[in-house]
């Protein structure tokens, strides 16, 4: 078709369709129509509900009303009615001058408020409907490629079909659920996803989706639905996309959110499955960003869709409290913060956050007042008590105010028993700082380094802030993503411990990078990060100014970590001085990089290349300039995407930055669901599963939980794991969303970039594999250190590289029982252990999962005095039950020949997708309806580190090809060796406390021995607790919609009970 616009449509309209918004001209023809003078009425002023005068003329006043819209503008007609397939009478206008109303609807006249431009004019006294486009046949066709349908069989059939009305390409749609849908607004947008071949739906108005009926005493909407043309094409299984703009408006934003939410939610009890397309850049709608970057460019974005509930859980990052200072501006500089209660500050990234407390603690000091400093990480809390002249925890000793004015601490430490000897009330009227607040928060909920005292820092914390803020005391928190999640749990135990509800004073900085300031960042979307060492070697080569990487491993064992980073850039680059900065090197007197974070500035100056970890990824700032060329990032979304962007920032300067990041991060929490409800539920599930199963163990686990901090844990590890589900894209986002400008390479097309890359990735796994091989070397080559000094060593902040390996051997000599190898250790580098572990207690005496279990949770118990947090109690027990439940010794056979053609693996296989919700929340894998019966069998055997063996295809009665064949293969490592050395250890233990529990009269019988056969892990179930029923499993067997579950090769006796289990009761929402 002609690109010159048809009759009824003028110029100005037409490039404003298919020019600007990039709409197929056929669309744009068969859908607009250009209007002026009285014709609008025709269009606009039909409803029978309309006031008109007794000679049908409508009133004067409608006719005042849309007076201005008589200097013209484009119509477009809603489209195919989808409830008769007709031709839709309604649509909008868009005038060319609009008129202008008040906030309340009422015309505007000049005065009051200011007035609102209406944009759109749909046809007053009407029900808003959805744009069902009409579409061409080149539209239709491109449609039914994309989607591999086709639409005709044979010309037989297309002259049957022109005996018959014609089916409309609505029609169509309706007939074919896999079609997927994307719901947008407004009818260009539309217009321009149908022209890219994708189906699209357009509201008039992002809130336009749902009808409800409202309740005329509270004016609450109450029974929200679907409207009638939308439910029409909500079949089960059919995907909706939502497609809006991205518009950085805090309000518009929220009513985006909402409506996705409320609409997405109604769609998913319709069977449907939904995602959320995000867009990114500068454009605002989904047409502008096609025209800007093409169709290939949103095809990325649309297979990047997320799911409603990764979608949803994104959203806790979200601030909605009201600020009290708005500002924007390049440095906070003086704030006027209140004296006492609960302020917060949330402002960009190198924005002098802790510059803007100098006044507050001058001031406070020279009044005497105390100041507490708690941070996540030592380094950044050394940084910012020198930055306001505190002392540090650990320096107090030298120091001449002894700590008198106050001191900074780790999170770690706020306990009685640190070394800080922490007491709530020696901080009455203080000032307490909360630096980085959101990752101390997480730090204090999730770390490992807090898991033996997390219940005692919480309680202590708590008592804390309750006593701080009831003395006339002031709580700073501040971070550069600061959320709803970090007030709400600042308020929540404070108003646990004091009862005061204290309202946030917040600071909210909305400044952005300015042009000259904004980085330049490319993001690499190659399959490694190859191309990044590739870009690193040419930046060294062409520039004599020195770059900074970033990477989130350290150890030898990781290929991208700094150890082998550093080893790569030595080998490419002898003659260069290179500075690693890692936990290790930051700790040991011996390393250049020891104690550099205080002197970063000076430091750096003197390193051509500087490699770190994220040891320095929060609180420190680089500050030189004129020294650094370029910052490159290698991400494997082990760190928080949020905590990455930190590590980019460090360097101050807007050099270019260079990404490599995962698409899919590794740090998942529990069983990885971004619904935190959901999350919680397994999480309690498990913990009262392993509760259930521990014989003789009574523990009200929903009296021992603090639901203010669970509720928290449980929204920030599931928003975390939203964004692990796309982390690359959520890292981009969250640059855009900072201001920088950002770019994407696919991968490099020259084949001598490719054999580069390929070169130089080669070479650093063989700088992986010589470290690793050499670290496993030296701690096999160590001396084994006594207890005594191994306790030295431990409580040591600082240590060389010799002392950190015996404190290595000491621990793995714990762990195994047996003479640590080089071999043993690297096995252990990989997650051995706790393989091979659940393979021992599934395959010897139930007593001793039984004693370990039981162990574990009385020592949670007791460390919180009564109290647990359920995240961190991981037991073996169910796991263990689950696996002779599912009668996984049956395949321990070597001479057993598979295939997923075998009926008794096939039945188990189905039996296992069947639990697959349950087996997932106990970490035993993923079961996809989609997976072959092989495939099920080699993910439960991945769990015990046993593995299928590979056979030849052989031709099957039936099957058109030959049929691959599998058979266990039996470990051939050395567990054998270090079964024996844990069964002697647990023998032992067992009878010690069977002496401890018995009477003088009391027969002691030690457990028996050699029970590690399929046989004996069928007949003897844990004693008392299958046979009694096990809560969790019984919900398993009701899922599966019949009679207890029995194989009949297993003498596992399961009972049914009508017992539930109800989750804790907790603030979730």
């Not at 009478?89 to 015309?107: F, I, N, V, Y």
């Not at 393979?839 to 005095?865: A, K, S």
Request: proline share 6%.
């Amino acid at each position: 078709m002609s690109i010159l616009p048809p009759a009824h449509i003028s110029t100005q309209h037409w490039e404003e369709w298919v020019i600007k918004s990039g709409v197929h001209p056929e669309i744009t023809a068969l859908n607009v129509i250009s209007l002026s003078g009285d014709r609008i009425y025709d269009y606009l002023l039909y409803s029978p509900l309309i006031k008109r005068r007794n000679t049908g003329r409508v009133t004067d006043s409608y006719l005042k009303r849309y007076r201005p819209l008589e200097n013209g503008g484009w119509w477009c007609g809603g489209g195919i009615d989808p409830m008769t397939w007709e031709e839709m009478l309604w649509g909008q206008l868009k005038p060319d001058t609009p008129r202008l109303q008040s906030e309340k609807g009422k015309e505007f006249k000049g005065f009051a408020q200011p007035p609102k431009v209406v944009k759109y004019e749909p046809p007053p006294k009407t029900d808003l409907r959805a744009y069902f486009l009409r579409v061409p046949d080149e539209i239709w066709d491109k449609v039914a490629k994309r989607y591999k349908i086709k639409r005709y069989n044979s010309p037989l059939a297309l002259r049957l079909w022109d005996r018959r009305k014609p089916m409309s390409f609505w029609e169509w749609v309706f007939l074919h659920p896999e079609i997927p849908i994307i719901i947008t607004e407004g009818a260009k947008k539309a217009g321009a996803l149908l022209s890219a071949g994708y189906v699209a739906i357009a509201l008039p108005g992002i809130s336009s989706s749902i009808r409800s009926l409202q309740d005329p005493t509270t004016g609450h909407n109450l029974n929200r639905h679907l409207i009638p043309e939308l439910e029409k094409f909500a079949a089960p299984g059919r995907e909706i996309y939502f497609c809006f703009d991205n518009d950085p408006k805090p309000t518009t934003r929220a009513n985006v959110d909402l409506s996705i939410q409320r609409t997405g939610a109604l769609l998913a009890q319709a069977g449907c499955n939904v995602k959320v397309i995000t867009l990114i850049g500068d454009q605002k709608g989904v047409d502008d960003f096609i025209v800007a970057n093409g169709e290939k460019a949103f095809e990325s974005l649309y297979k990047a869709a997320v799911s409603l509930e990764v979608y949803t859980a994104s959203l806790l990052w979200q601030l909605t409290y009201k600020a009290t200072l708005r500002l924007n501006q390049r440095y906070l500089g003086d704030i006027p913060f209140p004296l006492s209660g609960f302020a917060c500050v949330k402002s960009p990234k190198g924005t002098g956050k802790t510059q803007a407390l100098d006044k507050l603690i001058t001031e406070a000091q020279r009044e005497g007042r105390k100041i507490l400093v708690i941070t996540h990480r030592i380094q950044l809390g050394r940084a910012i008590c020198d930055r306001l002249g505190l002392d540090w925890i650990e320096d107090i000793p030298s120091s001449q105010t002894k700590g008198l004015l106050g001191f900074g601490v780790c999170i770690d430490s706020v306990h009685p028993v640190s070394q800080a000897h922490f007491n709530p009330k020696d901080w009455a009227g203080a000032i307490v700082v909360l630096d980085e607040v959101e990752q101390v928060i997480w730090h204090l909920l999730n770390s490992s380094t807090c898991y033996e005292k997390r219940v005692s820092i919480l309680e202590t914390f708590q008592q804390l802030l309750g006593f701080v803020a009831s003395t006339g005391g002031l709580i700073i928190a501040q971070d550069a993503d600061l959320s709803n999640l970090s007030i709400d749990f600042i308020r929540g135990v404070i108003k646990r411990e004091s009862e005061i509800d204290l309202q946030p004073w917040l600071v909210v900085n909305d400044w952005l990078p300015e042009e000259e300031t904004r980085w330049n960042v490319t993001i690499y979307k190659s399959k490694n990060a190859a191309p990044v060492l590739t870009q690193i070697k040419r930046s060294l080569s062409t520039s004599p100014k020195a770059i900074m990487i970033h990477c989130d491993g350290q150890k030898a064992r990781s290929k991208w970590g700094t150890k082998n980073l550093e080893s790569w850039a030595r080998e490419n680059f002898p003659d260069e001085t290179i500075l690693r900065i890692d936990s290790e090197s930051v700790a040991d007197p011996t390393h250049p990089a020891y104690g550099c974070v205080e002197k970063i500035n000076e430091i750096v100056t003197q390193y051509r290349i500087i490699i770190a970890s994220p040891s320095i990824g929060t609180g420190v700032s680089i500050d030189v300039k004129g020294h650094f060329q370029k910052v490159f990032l290698i991400s494997q979304g082990v760190c928080p995407e949020s905590e990455t962007r930190q590590a980019l920032a460090r360097l101050r300067e807007p050099v270019p930055r260079f990404i490599w990041a995962r698409g899919y991060g590794l740090g998942r929490i529990g069983n990885g669901s971004s619904n935190y409800k959901a999350l919680l539920t397994s999480t309690f599930k498990v913990v009262k599963a392993n509760i259930r199963l521990l014989k003789d163990f009574d523990f009200d686990i929903d009296s021992a939980i603090e639901p203010v901090a669970t509720a928290t844990w449980a929204k920030m590890a599931s928003r975390i794991n939203a964004s692990s589900f796309r982390f690359r894209d959520a890292l981009h986002q969250g640059l855009i969303a900072e201001g920088h400008r950002v770019s994407v390479v696919d991968s490099n097309n020259e084949k001598e970039d490719e054999k580069e890359d390929k070169d130089n990735s080669d070479q650093l796994k063989t700088c992986c594999d010589t470290n690793q091989s050499a670290e496993n070397q030296a701690v096999e080559m160590v001396e084994l250190p006594t207890e005594r000094k191994y306790l030295e060593l431990k409580e040591k902040r600082n240590k060389t590289p010799s002392e950190v390996l015996e404190v290595r051997k000491y621990e793995l000599k714990q762990r195994y029982g047996v003479e640590i190898t080089a071999d043993l250790k690297q096995k252990d580098d990989s997650s051995w252990y706790p393989k091979i572990r659940l393979h021992y207690f599934l395959t010897h005496d139930p007593e001793f999962v039984q004693m370990r279990d039981r162990q574990h949770f009385e020592g949670h118990i007791e460390r919180g005095n009564g109290r647990v947090c359920l995240w961190d109690m991981k037991g073996y027990l169910p796991k263990v039950e689950a696996l002779k439940l599912l009668n996984i010794g049956q395949w321990f056979d070597p001479k057993r020949e598979l295939s997923s053609h075998d009926p008794d693996l096939i039945a188990w296989a189905d039996l296992v997708k069947r639990f697959a919700r349950e087996l997932k929340d106990l970490g035993l894998g993923s079961f996809d309806e989609k997976l072959s019966p092989i495939q099920v069998l080699q993910i439960v055997l991945s769990n015990l580190d046993m593995e299928l063996e590979k056979l030849e295809r052989r031709r099957v009665k039936g099957e058109k090809n030959p049929v691959r064949f599998y058979r266990y293969f039996e470990p051939c490592d050395s567990r054998a060796e270090i079964f024996a050395a844990w069964e002697q250890r647990d023998i032992l233990a067992v009878s010690s406390k069977l002496q401890q529990d018995s009477s003088p009269q009391d027969v002691i019988v030690p457990p028996p021995q050699n029970c590690d056969t399929p046989e004996y892990i069928e007949r003897n179930p844990i004693g008392g607790v299958t046979e009694n029923g096990c809560l969790f499993f019984n919900e398993i067997a009701a899922r599966s919609s019949q009679s207890p579950v029995r194989n009949p090769q297993s003498p596992i006796p399961v009972k049914t009970t009508n017992a539930k289990s109800a989750p804790p009761k907790i603030d979730i929402n």
